[in-house]
């Protein structure tokens, strides 16, 4: 009898790259070439995108917050949804905060008076100090931040505004 294999997108891609040619052959068969060639901007377009990218369970990995005070509750959750985000778009990449020669990109953000955060700009961090943002939610490449400024801003507000 012959036997069948299923694999899902997310396997399929986190696969390619080191599948053997045979195997890479029969990936692009099933899923098309141009699936493998696309961006991760392009895949994550939400939290529960991210957390498909990362093989993470988008509603049993959310911390619970039942003990926290219920006006930071939001903010926890945002901050959570963040962290995962940011993980994916950075593919494996994490910040080496030894290495002053390595580019690191957070989000600036300001109060536009009392209608919220307003993007600034991301900001490229070589060597300081400052802890304007946690590490967490750096970014290898200063695309990497503007796009996440620009499509989760929402979750951006959530966590920097007291709401």
Not at 54 to 59: E, T, V
């Amino acid at each position: 009898m012959k036997k069948s294999l299923e694999i899902n997108e997310n396997k399929a891609y986190e696969l390619y790259p080191t599948a053997s040619p045979e195997f890479k052959q029969v990936l692009e068969d099933t899923f098309g070439r141009e699936f493998f060639n696309r961006k991760i901007t392009d895949r994550v377009k939400t939290y529960e995108d991210a957390c498909a990218v990362l093989g993470i369970d988008p509603h049993t990995s959310m911390p619970d917050t039942s003990d926290c005070p219920k006006e930071d509750r939001r903010a926890y959750i945002a901050f959570h949804k963040l962290v995962v985000i940011t993980r994916a778009l950075n593919e494996g990449w994490r910040p080496d905060w030894s290495n002053t020669d390595q580019p690191k990109w957070f989000n600036w953000w300001y109060t536009n008076g009392n209608a919220g955060l307003a993007y600034a700009c991301s900001d490229y961090v070589p060597s300081d100090a400052d802890a304007y943002f946690g590490s967490r939610l750096c970014f290898k490449s200063e695309a990497l931040a503007d796009y996440a400024a620009e499509t989760f801003k929402g979750l951006y507000e959530e966590y920097l505004m007291f709401k």
